[in-house]
């Protein structure tokens, strides 16, 4: 005789609940296919599988660290001098040698860290929330306020960013970092509004905002709750590469001598003392590794910046 089948749900990942007889439907319960990821998280899975954003990542992350607590790897003060061993070479305990002023140039080299990536972020910052605020209402508004803000943005192009900071600074007897970072932010802002600018253009005329426009939205609401978030990423990609830029460009001012001054003690400064009489031919490691320092801090910025541009432009998948 034959057994009867078995009683039970189905076999299988997924399984069908019958309702409970009031209207409702059944419920899927199991394994669902897996949501689309958005551009940010598709972008963070590229990202985590390249190893140049690795590796740069991980060097910023390390100069970061020592910009904000230099003492972890350098115990001396950058000020400590001992004018009797200047131009000597590398000894125990001082790995990079003494400069011309016999200041140990390893603790020195650490510590500039600090000044040239913090003028870089703060500079990069000020770019970003300028440039983003006058071409995100360019870009958005159009019409008279496209034709100011363009023609505005225009004139501030037309001043040549190193001979222009070299004018203002020249003018301006402040020290510290913040005349370097306000001259820098003041000039270099137009770059990033022309990519908001068309940034915006592009997404406003996408369908969901003129779907929630035609619910009655707000132009804020629209701005920064459906435009900006889907028209920020050049600009992220834009402003990670300037703020490598921006590091040399403080060191070149400082190297002119317009830009931060002893005592203030960053990779600049000790480049244009080391240039000073050509000590650095007798005594080449005075130069070196602050050069060094700048030079591979630079190229990781701009390495970050040339990952993250990759995983964000959908046209170069």
């Not at 860290?113 to 870089?120: K, L, P």
Request: charged share 15%.
């Amino acid at each position: 005789m034959t057994e009867p089948p078995p009683v039970g749900p189905p076999e299988g990942p997924i399984a069908i609940a019958a309702g409970d007889g009031r209207g409702e439907p059944p419920t899927v319960t199991g394994t669902e296919p897996g949501r689309p990821r958005s551009l940010w998280s598709d972008a963070w899975h590229d990202l985590r599988r390249n190893p140049v954003f690795i590796v740069s990542a991980l060097l910023i992350c390390f100069l970061v660290l020592i910009s904000v607590w230099p003492s972890l790897i350098a115990t001396e003060s950058p000020l400590r001098c001992q004018l009797s061993r200047s131009l000597e070479g590398a000894s125990a305990g001082h790995w990079f040698g003494f400069d011309t002023q016999g200041c140990d140039v390893y603790t020195r080299t650490v510590y500039g860290a600090r000044a040239s990536i913090a003028v870089g972020v703060c500079a990069t910052l000020g770019v970003a929330l300028v440039g983003t605020v006058v071409g995100g209402l360019a870009g958005f508004f159009g019409g008279f306020w496209d034709a100011l803000l363009s023609r505005v943005t225009d004139m501030f192009f037309g001043i040549p960013l190193i001979l222009g900071a070299i004018v203002f600074l020249s003018m301006i007897k402040l020290s510290g970092i913040w005349p370097v970072v306000l001259v820098i932010a003041a000039l270099s802002w137009p770059q990033i509004a022309r990519i908001a600018r068309g940034a915006v253009i592009t997404a406003k005329q996408n369908d969901y905002v003129q779907a929630a426009r035609a619910l009655g939205a707000s132009s804020s609401r629209i701005l920064l709750r459906h435009i900006l978030p889907n028209a920020i990423a050049p600009v992220i990609v834009m402003a990670t590469i300037m703020l490598g830029t921006f590091i040399a460009l403080e060191a070149t001012l400082s190297y002119l001598g317009v830009g931060l001054r002893p005592p203030t003690v960053s990779w600049g400064v000790d480049i244009s003392a080391a240039s000073t009489g050509m000590q650095f031919r007798n005594a080449p490691h005075i130069l070196l590794y602050p050069a060094a320092a700048l030079s591979l801090t630079v190229l990781a910025f701009i390495m970050l910046g040339d990952a993250v541009r990759d995983a964000l432009d959908p046209k170069l998948r």
